[in-house]
């Protein structure tokens, strides 16, 4: 059936207007027409276009030249707050289209987003030109502010320091950081270009560039590798030329060089101080050397060292190997003070004592902590800080120097204690000279005395006889009456005489008194006789005996007189101690203790009832000539028993006391003979000197073993005398090594021990035991004395000769 023309007609009309109405309708559905800003959007997590394929309509201004890459071309257009990127393709053949739009023209575009490595782009299908304006301003942008997509495809200005330029087939790059992180800048090569030249700035400038920022990242997600796409360098101003140096690297250098100066100045100044100080301590040595005594040393150390050391106090103290004490060196008006070494008091001595016995410096920084009782001991005000050293001479201690820092705490240093050590050595060697020179001018006052002696003995010689007969003549003459006038002219005579004969016999005790040799003394009867001499003033004055010596001979070898001098000075100092007290009594007692004779003189007088320096100098000459004799006197005063004198004398046994030594003069040997003492101990040594004297042999005093060895390898010595306890070289290696220098070799032993005599003696050795004894002596000088050959003159059978 045939549809009517009628009917079909309208509805033909009907279908070609609707698709007329399609057809225009149709490009208003398809095309979207964005704003700059919706067409950049991004949909994360990839961060691709978010309107990507689709076709939109958008406006805006372009703001730069098209930039060529090879296969495509991009165009930049902005609107004012956002940017947006056109990209035509020059495939299958190149297209100059977008060549043709200037900044500033107004443009329509209808295109398709799409997507250039991570840069969203819109593929133009048709471009028109709406009107034109000014090209847009540059928009100020940092760095910082470049590192994401608000201000991609807009044009940029932006300041930053160059850190790298580079070159690529592309074009040609630049690195620039601000305070973010680097930042790229490209200039593409056009069409035909040749490779760039260097450009006319260097990494470390800072300079002033505007483009295109865009973004070439070409794997997702697309949020990373941000670029400025720049025309070329003329794009491109120098801000500031980069520095010759880096200003870090220049500060650093400064600064450097300001360290250095500073510690070499430092140093500098350093070894000036130390070379001041030197310079003061060489001196001070020097002046330690030459001084005259022990308080000499002090007064120039104690003046001296607070400048060096910076210490605010100094204290000396001398080992007194007699008493076994430490004695502080004090000033004539102060009391000596003498430190045991077996129970030393608390305070800065305790430190000292210590000090000694280790050998070694002892450093206390805070006294506070300090292992010693030492706080609120001590008479001068109790130290913050201490320094103990040991006065070494010959490998032996002398004695300890302390230094005392009184205003703050202090921990010495290892310089300080070894320039402290080299002081204290000096001191110890000049204590040493002292000795030897006190020994020397002992020595030298020894033969002076002798030869005075020997003057006093010729005159008595030539005086006693004639002076003997006029008294005895005068006496005949006055006894019989026979005188007449001449009896006033007589008596004269005899009274002359008797004067004469007294002055030679003062003269005859003064030798006797200043020049002795010690003989074996009996103390028990010394003491028996000075108290019954001394017993009718004691009842008199009403004081109690209490005599509680032995009955037993107590033998000492010394002078009688200097000895009975001693003890009735003590006697007499007693009994005037007991002049107020309301109980008078005076006990003698006598002990042996380790072979020392003790006798101890106590009176009931309470302390401090004599002045002190009565006291003192009852104790100053007792003690010198005790002292003269190897003992020592102790004067002890405490308020829990009677105060009381103590005298300690080195004991002899009354089997050593031989006859020979009690009568006759000393022998003097034929032969002019040099002996070595080497002898430590000062007693000793100076009994050793009066006895070898005495017997015409010229002795060298030495105090240690090394020194003793070293003259006999350049002198020759007929006798070699040495002490158990000298220090050094040990005295069994010292006999070996001297046996080929010297005739004999004598032991020195504290006590007679028969075991070391049976395995020393013999082939030149002898063993001698302290005190010596004359008699034993002389025996061993006679061994080496030369023998006379004997004369044997035959005799026949009949008697005759």
């Not at 405490?638 to 103590?646: G, I, L, M, R, T």
């Amino acid at each position: 059936m045939v549809a009517s023309p009628v009917a079909a007609g309208p509805r033909r009309a009907r279908v070609v207007a609707a698709a007329f109405a399609a057809l225009l309708s149709f490009p208003a559905a398809a095309q979207k027409q964005l704003a700059l800003e919706e067409v950049s959007a991004r949909t994360p997590p990839e961060y691709g276009p978010a309107h990507g394929g689709e076709t939109v309509t958008v406006r805006g201004v372009v703001s730069a030249p098209a930039f060529h890459f090879p296969g495509y071309t991009l165009l930049a257009m902005d609107d004012g707050r956002f940017g947006a990127v056109l990209a035509d393709f020059q495939v299958p053949q190149p297209n100059t289209r977008l060549d043709a739009l200037n900044p500033g023209e107004e443009i329509e575009v209808v295109g398709t987003v799409s997507s250039i490595a991570g840069q969203v782009t819109i593929k133009p299908e048709r471009i028109e030109i709406t009107g034109r304006k000014e090209p847009p301003a540059p928009a100020e942008v940092s760095i910082q502010g470049l590192q994401g997509f608000r201000y991609l495809g807009r044009l940029v200005h932006t300041k930053g320091r160059v850190t790298e330029i580079g070159n690529t087939p592309a074009g040609v790059y630049t690195l620039i950081a601000g305070s973010a992180a680097a930042y790229k800048i490209f200039f593409p090569r056009t069409r035909n270009q040749p490779p760039s030249s260097a450009p006319g700035y260097k990494v470390g400038d800072t300079v002033l560039v505007t483009g295109v920022a865009l973004q070439y990242c070409p794997n997702p997600p697309y949020n990373e590798w941000f670029e400025l796409l720049a025309a070329g360098p003329a794009e491109l101003a120098i801000a500031a030329r980069s520095w010759f140096i880096p200003p870090l690297v220049l500060a650093g250098g400064v600064a450097g060089v300001l360290i250095v100066f500073v510690l070499l100045w430092s140093h500098d100044h350093r070894l000036r101080k130390q070379r001041k100080r030197l310079r003061k301590t060489y001196q001070l040595g020097e002046e330690i050397l030459g001084a005259s005594s022990t308080d000499t040393i002090l007064k120039r150390i104690a003046e001296s060292l607070p400048g060096i050391l910076g210490v605010t106090r100094v204290q000396l103290y001398i080992y007194n190997r007699g008493a076994k004490t430490l004695d502080a060196v004090v000033g004539e008006a102060q009391q000596p003070v003498s430190i045991p070494l077996s129970s030393p008091s608390g305070g800065t001595r305790a430190g000292a004592v210590a000090c000694f016995h280790y050998r070694t410096s002892l450093v206390i920084p805070d006294i506070g902590r300090s292992p010693f009782p030492m706080a609120g001991k001590d008479p001068v005000g109790s130290p913050q800080s201490l320094l103990f050293v040991p006065m070494l001479a010959q490998g032996e201690v002398v004695g300890v120097l302390e230094l005392d820092q009184d205003d703050r705490l202090r921990d010495f240093t290892a310089d300080e204690q070894a320039l402290a050590q080299h002081l204290g050595n000096q001191i110890g060697v000049a204590v040493r000279l002292l000795d030897q020179r006190s020994v020397q001018e002992q020595l030298f006052r020894t033969e002076k005395l002798a030869a005075i002696g020997r003057l006093i003995s010729g005159v008595v010689n030539e005086l006693q006889t004639p002076l003997s007969s006029i008294s005895d003549l005068a006496a005949r003459a006055q006894g019989k009456g026979l005188i007449g006038p001449a009896e006033r002219e007589v008596s004269a005579i005899a009274a002359e005489a008797r004067k004469a004969a007294s002055m030679v016999a003062r003269l005859v005790s003064f030798a006797a008194a200043e020049q002795f040799e010690a003989r074996p003394v009996c103390i028990t009867t010394l003491l028996r006789n000075l108290i019954e001499f001394r017993e009718g003033d004691w009842k008199a004055s009403g004081i109690r005996v209490r005599d509680l010596t032995s009955r037993e001979p107590l033998y000492v070898l010394g002078s009688q007189g200097q000895l009975e001098q001693v003890f009735l000075n003590l006697f007499v100092h007693a009994e005037q101690s007991l002049a107020d007290a309301p109980q008078k009594a005076i006990t003698i007692r006598t002990s042996v203790l380790a072979k020392r004779l003790v006798v101890e003189v106590a009176f009931t007088a309470s302390p401090g009832s004599r002045k002190p320096e009565e006291t003192a100098a009852v104790v100053g000459v007792t003690r010198s000539v005790i002292a003269g004799h190897g003992g020592e006197v102790r004067l002890i005063e405490s308020s829990q028993a009677d105060p009381h004198f103590e005298v300690e004398l080195p004991s002899t046994s009354k089997e050593r006391v031989g006859v020979g030594s009690l009568n006759g003069p000393a022998r003097d040997f034929s032969r002019r003979m040099t002996a070595l003492v080497i002898e430590p101990d000062e007693n000793a040594q100076r009994q050793m000197l009066a006895l070898l004297s005495a017997r015409g042999l010229r002795v060298v005093p030495v105090v240690n073993a090394d020194t003793g060895l070293e003259l006999s390898q350049r002198l020759r010595f007929d006798a070699a005398f040495c002490s158990v306890h000298a220090p050094g070289l040990n005295w069994v290696e010292l006999s070996e090594r001297m046996q080929s220098r010297v005739n004999a070799f004598i032991l020195l032993s504290d006590h007679y021990d028969a075991e070391l005599c049976a395995d020393f003696e013999g082939d030149g050795r002898f063993v001698l035991s302290k005190p010596l004894q004359d008699s034993e002596l002389e025996q061993v000088l006679l061994a080496l004395e030369p023998q006379t050959p004997a004369i044997v003159i035959p005799i026949d059978k009949s008697g005759a000769a």
